[in-house]
């Protein structure tokens, strides 16, 4: 599986964007996906999953209720609305794939695309 992200950019705070990660192949419906983030200085973070069928997501706590996570298994996409944008948001996202849910909240990934990065400025 390949991972193609995109999206990123520069933003203001308080600002919304949104990011794509689309998937080649014809198995992404099989595999749970996640969005992390690793800013300048600082380790990766778990930032959502969702399953396969789009039924079960997770937030990490610094997004829970401004990021959605959804995917469109037609399109092998999953995107990520990020609204009401901090500074501290500011870092490269980076999508994967993973067998389910529960191990991509704790990093452990089956494939990793690229990242693209998000500027939030003041």
């Known amino acids: 599986v390949q991972l193609q992200a995109s999206g990123g950019g520069l933003v203001q705070a308080g600002g919304s964007l949104r990011l794509s990660c689309v998937a080649s192949?014809?198995?992404?419906?099989?595999?749970?996906m996640g969005w992390f983030r690793q800013a300048p200085g600082k380790e990766r973070e778990f930032v959502s999953a969702?399953?396969?069928?789009?039924?079960?997501?997770y937030y990490g706590d610094s997004v829970k209720g401004r990021f959605t996570i959804s995917r469109d298994n037609a399109k092998n996409t999953v995107y990520l609305q990020m609204n009401s944008l901090k500074l501290e948001d500011t870092a490269v996202y980076s999508c994967?794939?993973?067998?389910?849910?529960?191990?991509?909240?704790?990093?452990?990934?089956?494939?990793w695309g690229q990242g693209t990065l998000v500027t939030v400025s003041s």
């Open positions: 994967a794939a993973g067998s389910t849910v529960a191990v991509l909240r704790h990093g452990v990934v089956d494939y």
């Open positions: 192949g014809r198995t992404f419906a099989s595999y749970d």
């Open positions: 969702i399953s396969g069928s789009g039924g079960i997501t």
